[in-house]
């Protein structure tokens, strides 16, 4: 069988067989799931806790926590929202989660020997600025474009003073568009992007920090009735988003009187045109009035960019290792989709037997595959489609050289 005529089977088996999109799939494609036995060996622990909300696992080195049809997880006692809400039932025997979550949680979340702190450029993007104040306090008296000037510029002091490189969006009160954020930040060949905010809310009871990273391809975003992007420029950093938000997130939560909101995902315009790894963080609620007051002191700035700055420097020291597990997966997806093919093949050219080579003939014995199949065949194949299908995260197009130029010139949403 020749490499083109196998394109051409693969085709038109992708057509025919592949079942429909499980009810809780985000995107309308296939997600690829992972069962409650695969995450417990990949967690290493031997048992689980159900009490018929929440499922937990726990070893010596952590815990985490999962509840039933819900995104919100605890992971050692940090909020973090899944990408899709666990599927099945504990107790039916059929709990799943989307592999894509399970691999953030192994490669990017759980807890990681550090190594030597890397040397890198850090952007810091004060949010707003110039003609655009944000939100604001009337009392106390404060605009968030004030705020996050004077949070970032503490915190970039302290970067310097641990060895990194720092570069700022702004150092005054000027307008600054969103992509001209983004367009600094790859200019200036940043490894890192932080953006920093204050939250607003109609109820002024709502408090605490949360912080934001991309969602990846094919999922909607935390906050209800976001739409489902489809591949961003962004999304080839997905792992490193997501070691660098909940390295940040898991200290910032700890600041006293601080509810902790929990690390989130959502596609916003410079988190998806920043080509380096990027986190927008929300240090807290200026429509609240205790928290308002708490934010304006320069004792809690101070504090404030400590944290951050706790975060960034532990991404640092964890960005090499996670080099290394991201190219190792890579290798396996790419090892494992190889094989899918190849079984794909073996068991076309069985059913159908040698394809005949005259273009005009190649398309009918493709089409002849699916009604050849018996059924038990047909249900494998279906199975090993949805598996083939799969567009793993962290994983950027080749077509990724061509977007650097359309990305340059403004015109993005």
């Known amino acids: 069988m020749t490499h083109s005529h196998f394109h051409i089977i693969f085709f038109f088996l992708a057509m025919l067989l592949l079942p429909p999109a499980a009810k809780s799939d985000p995107s309308g494609n296939a997600i690829a799931w992972k069962s409650l036995s695969t995450v417990q060996t990949a967690f290493g622990v031997t048992n689980f806790a159900w009490d018929g909300d929440s499922l937990c696992f726990s070893n010596e080195q952590h ?178 988003n997501t070691l660098l938000g909940f390295s940040i997130h898991s200290r910032l939560a700890s600041i006293a009187e601080a509810p902790d909101r929990g ?41 404030c960019a400590a944290t951050i700055g706790e975060g960034i420097l532990t991404y640092a020291k964890k960005v090499d290792g996670l080099d290394k597990a991201v190219a190792a997966k890579r290798a396996h997806d790419a090892e494992a989709s190889e094989r899918w093919k190849l079984r794909l093949a073996a068991q076309a050219a069985k059913t159908v037997g040698p394809l005949s080579t005259n273009k005009s003939t190649r398309v009918q014995p493709a089409l002849a595959i699916a009604a050849a199949l018996p059924t038990n065949k047909a249900a494998v194949v279906r199975m090993e489609l949805a598996a083939a299908s799969i567009t793993n995260t962290n994983t950027a197009p080749v077509v990724l050289s061509n977007l650097f130029e359309f990305y340059e010139t403004g015109r993005t949403e």
Not at 65 to 73: A, D, E, L, S, V
Not at 157 to 174: E, F, H
Not at 209 to 215: A, F, H, I, N, P
Not at 265 to 292: D, K, M, Y
């Open 63 to 240: 815990l985490v926590r999962f509840f039933q049809g819900r995104r919100k997880t605890d992971v050692n006692g940090t909020m973090l929202w899944l990408n899709a809400p666990p599927d099945g039932s504990v107790t039916g025997g059929n709990w799943r989660i989307a592999a894509t979550d399970l691999d953030l949680l192994l490669l990017s979340v759980l807890p990681k020997e550090e190594g030597a702190l890397k040397p890198m450029r850090v952007m810091l993007d004060p949010g707003h600025g110039g003609d655009d104040d944000g939100s604001s306090s009337k009392k106390p008296h404060v605009k968030e474009k004030d705020l996050t000037l004077a949070v970032a510029l503490k915190l970039g002091a302290r970067l310097s003073a641990a060895g990194l490189q720092v570069l700022y969006t702004r150092t005054n009160d000027v307008t600054l568009a969103l992509d001209e954020r983004s367009i600094l930040a790859r200019r200036n060949k940043a490894d890192l992007f932080v953006s920093i905010h204050a939250n607003y809310a109609p109820k002024s009871d709502a408090s605490g920090v949360e912080t934001y990273v991309l969602t990846p391809c094919g999922y909607s975003g935390t906050a209800e009735g976001s739409r489902v992007p489809g591949w961003q420029i962004g999304n080839r950093n997905d792992f490193h």
């Open 263 to 303: 690390l989130k995902r959502q596609s916003f315009s410079v988190l998806r045109e920043t080509s380096c790894p990027a986190v927008l963080v929300e240090i807290g609620f200026l429509s609240n009035h205790s928290e308002a007051v708490k934010m304006t002191d320069a004792a809690w700035q101070e504090k």
